[in-house]
């Protein structure tokens, strides 16, 4: 199997600041080992939520971001400290980016110290975050930026990530390992990848706990850089991530469901035994 148009990558480029609730690291950088989820009775390949629903707090700002990812908006939220020079600066920023992209994203402010938006500091831990702190939301709920410092207009443009990489992200917030096949017209054996990843999503060893996803990489360039790789792919690719960002393979070429168990299992350190987003057991 070969590894073509993969670069060794910089794990990973999506920006921003970790954040212990919203487990950042794949916006941030590699790590490995989360809490895992709560399995299901049933095995079954799982998929992240078009829309940002369960998770946020029923406070003005929360409620808010949920309608947004209900519209297909992106939500900015500025967490900030009244009478700062650095957050009254990003709050101006807000303001006049919420002109230019209010088409395609709703721009909210959450005081910090607020007892009505006190869930949403809760749950971003942004009482003890370096302030003013920007999260960009996509529509599906997942965290895809974090800045913490005050950002120009162009910054904030800049932002807006594909619904694919939004997907991927999720995934891993919700504690999933991911499955991420790349296929299109111009790939060869994607009947052959799409197999292997489909029943490797099922696979009882992973009790449910795999996000099945899959992308054509003609069209996500963003994406492929994210996973260290380049276009165009010759080969259905397989990428296998694992919670809270850690790259586990990736498989170019036909191959298997067993090969690819062999290869989280490499990663977690063990050969033999139930595989999952903490590790094997």
């Known amino acids: ?52 629903s369960a998770g946020f707090p029923s ?12 519209e297909g908006k992106s939500s900015f939220v500025l967490f900030y400290r009244p009478k ?20 395609k994203a709703v721009f909210l402010s959450v005081e910090i110290d607020s007892k009505a938006e006190a869930g949403l500091v809760e749950k971003y831990r942004a009482q003890g975050a370096p302030l003013p702190l920007t999260l960009v939301i996509a529509p599906n709920g997942a965290t895809v930026h974090a800045f913490t410092k005050p950002v120009d207009e162009q910054a904030l443009a800049g932002a807006f990530v594909s619904p694919k990489v939004a997907e991927v992200a999720k995934a891993l917030q919700d504690q999933k390992v ?6 299109g017209a111009s790939t060869k054996h994607n009947g052959e990848s799409k197999r292997a990843a489909e029943q490797f999503a099922v696979d009882q060893r992973l009790k449910g706990q795999v996000a099945l ?5 003609s069209r996500e360039a963003d994406l492929l850089k ?21 790259m586990v393979a990736i498989v170019a070429g036909a191959t298997t469901k067993q090969a690819l168990i062999q290869k989280l299992q490499a990663a977690s350190s063990c050969s033999s035994g139930t595989c999952g987003p903490s590790g094997c057991q």
Do not use: Y
């Open 226 to 246: 994210r996973c260290g790789m380049t276009s165009p792919l010759t080969e259905a690719t397989i990428v296998v991530l694992a919670p809270p960002g850690s």
């Open 84 to 103: 700062e020079q650095a957050s009254e600066a990003m709050r101006d920023t807000f303001e006049r980016a919420s002109g230019k992209l209010g088409a």
């Open 59 to 70: 406070t003005p700002v929360g409620k808010a971001i949920v309608q947004a990812g209900k």
């Open 178 to 183: 991911v499955a991420l096949c790349l296929q």
């Open 1 to 52: 199997m070969h590894r073509k148009n993969v670069r060794r990558p910089r794990w990973f480029e999506w920006g921003g600041l970790a954040l212990a609730a919203v487990s950042l690291a794949w916006v941030t950088g590699c790590g490995r080992g989360s809490a895992a989820t709560q399995a299901s009775s049933t095995p079954r390949a799982t998929q992240s939520s078009s829309v940002a």
């Open 213 to 217: 996803i899959t992308a054509d990489p």
